[in-house]
């Protein structure tokens, strides 16, 4: 399969293929890529040089001069810095096309691993949030979460919701999806709290 452009495709897309497996068998992430990701949790999009060379936003000259960033940058630093966090020691990929957050939450909801009134709660305020640093915040636990029981999420999707908090009526859109894949009903809630990952 082929391996995307370096230079356009984004980080997680290097590594893994669209069906959510490796694209190579003896190429991962890198550890000390990884440990760059994870140095953006918590910083500004653009304040952490290690996080350069991974960034595929294009740049939109005109904020560049006056030393801002694009909604699109903002988002796409978070959604590094959070699969950085997630890959972190996970042997098998993270990043699976298809896989809405809301989705990867309601397997979280349902592995046992945590108590569900607390995985609510923790849903509940991402959701609420309105502002992008309080949202992060409470994926950043959240996805610690997911990274216990090994459920992936598609971070492209990711990204564009991130991108979609920074406006109010795009904001509404993201927190509708979220809650029709969380509190929605389908014959897959019923599996029991062993079962695979949430695949697309």
Do not use: C
């Not at 370096?6 to 590594?15: D, K, N, P």
């Not at 609510?120 to 979460?145: E, K, P």
């Not at 920074?166 to 904001?171: K, V």
């Amino acid at each position: 399969m082929p391996v995307p452009n370096r230079r356009t495709a984004r980080y997680w897309s290097r590594y893994i293929a669209p069906d959510g497996t490796w694209r190579r068998k003896d190429e991962r992430p890198p550890g000390e890529d990884l440990a760059a990701l994870r140095a953006g949790l918590g910083r500004e999009a653009g304040t952490v040089p290690a996080l350069w060379p991974h960034y595929r936003s294009l740049t939109d000259d005109r904020l560049a001069r006056r030393g801002e960033i694009s909604e699109e940058q903002r988002a796409e630093h978070a959604a590094l810095a959070l699969y950085g966090l997630h890959q972190q020691a996970r042997p098998e990929p993270m990043h699976r096309p298809g896989v809405r957050l809301g989705q990867a939450l309601r397997r979280l909801h349902q592995s046992g691993k945590f108590t569900q009134e607390a995985v609510d709660r923790r849903v509940n305020a991402a959701a609420s949030a309105t502002r992008v640093s309080a949202l992060l915040n409470h994926l950043r636990g959240l996805i610690t979460q997911l990274r216990v029981i090994g459920q992936p999420i598609d971070y492209d999707l990711l990204l564009n919701d991130i991108r979609d908090w920074q406006r109010p009526e795009a904001r509404q859109r993201a927190r509708r999806r979220w809650g029709l894949d969380y509190y929605g009903w389908s014959p897959a809630d019923e599996t029991a709290p062993d079962s695979d990952p949430v695949r697309p």
